[in-house]
Nanobody, 124 residues
Framework: QVQLAESGGGSVQAGGSLRLSCRAS????????MGWFRQAPGKAREAVAV???????RYADSVKGRFTISRDNAKNILYLQVDSLKPEDTGAYYC??????????????????WGQGTQVIVSS
């Protein structure tokens, strides 16, 4: 079992920044593929970025150059630095982990553990 707890969401104006954090439980968490996903009201959940246990990352095209995913394996914390925020970035942001399997891909259905989410609201 993996338990995930997000924090760091909030309300900001367009162009602002936030740093989202996700604390993962368990000693094996450092070996998991982890990712950030988001869901806007009335829309499907979508991938934002993923990072494997070695630190290799993949991003959605819509956030490349603005968002940075990173992990601190010693502390079992996943981060998402979100800069140059736009109103269309508004939504619930979820941390997720994939335990098992050789891949680390930005696909919602690939992940088997999810946090409760943290809300990001960007006003214009």
């Amino acid at each position: 079992q993996v338990q995930l707890a997000e924090s760091g969401g909030g309300s900001v104006q367009a162009g602002g920044s936030l740093r989202l954090s996700c604390r993962a439980s368990g000693d094996r968490a450092r070996r998991d593929c982890m990712g950030w996903f988001r869901q806007a009201p009335g829309k499907a959940r979508e991938a934002v970025a993923v990072v494997d246990s070695a630190g290799s990352t993949r991003y959605a095209d819509s956030v490349k150059g603005r968002f940075t995913i990173s992990r601190d394996n010693a502390k079992n914390i996943l981060y998402l630095q979100v800069d140059s925020l736009k109103p269309e970035d508004t939504g619930a942001y979820y941390c997720a982990a994939r335990r098992g399997g050789p891949l680390c891909v930005p696909v919602v259905g690939y992940f088997n553990y999810w946090g409760q989410g943290t809300q990001v609201i960007v006003s214009s």
